[in-house]
């Protein structure tokens, strides 16, 4: 829980931000220790009521950023997945809220931003950008796709992962359900993968991409076994995001595949 208790000898610490005695109003970071005053922190009363009832610990500016500015989303990812090694939900819907009160916006990409265009499946199919196949396949292609790199995967993760969470009820209520569950892992199950860097996807997820990025992401999966099975109809499929496609946002394709098994034209 964040400390906010003042003592006296607390009374004369220094605040972490300006300098001078934090004698009230002050939040002590649960990372590094420090002192600082609301005001430092730029929390405003109303937020500093909320975190006196959070049972996580306050995380500073200077803990959660790279330079005071930007967001270290790594640090993160390692809060995520400290929640999620407990393996249960409730654990990580807390650390989820936390994350939540810092306020970090996630804007969306529009089309005129892109580093590569779209590409349609009956085109033919050159050289292929290759993404790395470490378990962030998914995370890395999209970065690849929009951002021109892979340096966004860790970012994207973070923010599905908030979206998985935040919003379970919606996802697990969705008109496919019972159509994922049967290609998918427990939604519970895909949450927590999807808050350890590292952990794969499934259908739960890219759900939860369309709705970041308000597009669709249309999806080329190979056979498995025989042609035409219950898994390759299945996920041969554009997923929609649940809310109205803003103009601008074209869809998303992308290829999964096997090495030397690229799809070839028409298929």
Not at 20 to 26: A, G, L, M, R, V
Not at 41 to 62: H, N, P, R, T
Not at 104 to 121: A, C, M, N, Q, T
């Amino acid at each position: 829980m964040a400390d906010f208790s003042i003592t006296k000898r607390i009374a004369r610490l220094p605040c972490g931000g300006c300098r001078s005695n934090c004698s009230n109003d002050c939040v002590k970071c649960s990372l590094c220790n420090n002192w600082y005053h609301r005001k430092c922190q730029q929390i405003s009363a109303d937020e500093i009521k909320i975190w006196k009832k959070f049972e996580l610990g306050y995380v500073c500016v200077s803990c959660r950023t790279l330079d005071g500015i930007e967001f270290d989303y790594l640090m993160g990812m390692r809060r995520l997945k400290n929640a999620a090694d407990m393996k249960v939900l409730a654990k990580l819907k807390t650390a989820v809220t936390r994350e939540t009160l810092f306020k970090i916006e996630f804007k969306p990409v529009s089309d005129k931003d892109v580093v590569f265009p779209p590409v349609r499946f009956d085109e033919v199919i050159g050289d292929p950008i290759i993404t790395a196949g470490n378990g962030n396949c998914l995370f890395n292609a999209v970065s690849l796709l929009l951002y021109g790199d892979e340096s966004k995967s860790v970012q994207l993760r973070y923010h599905i992962c908030l979206r998985m969470v935040r919003d379970s009820t919606s996802y697990m209520n969705h008109p496919h359900r019972k159509r994922i569950q049967c290609l998918s892992p427990s939604y519970e199950a895909t949450c927590i993968d999807c808050a350890t860097i590292g952990g794969f996807s499934s259908a739960w997820t890219i759900l939860a991409l369309c709705d970041i990025f308000r597009r669709p992401v249309r999806i080329l999966y190979p056979s498995v076994n025989v042609v035409n099975n219950f898994a390759y109809t299945s996920l041969n499929t554009t997923f929609e995001p649940s809310s109205v496609v803003p103009a601008g946002h074209s869809t998303i394709n992308i290829f999964w595949y096997a090495q030397g098994q690229l799809p070839k034209q028409g298929s």
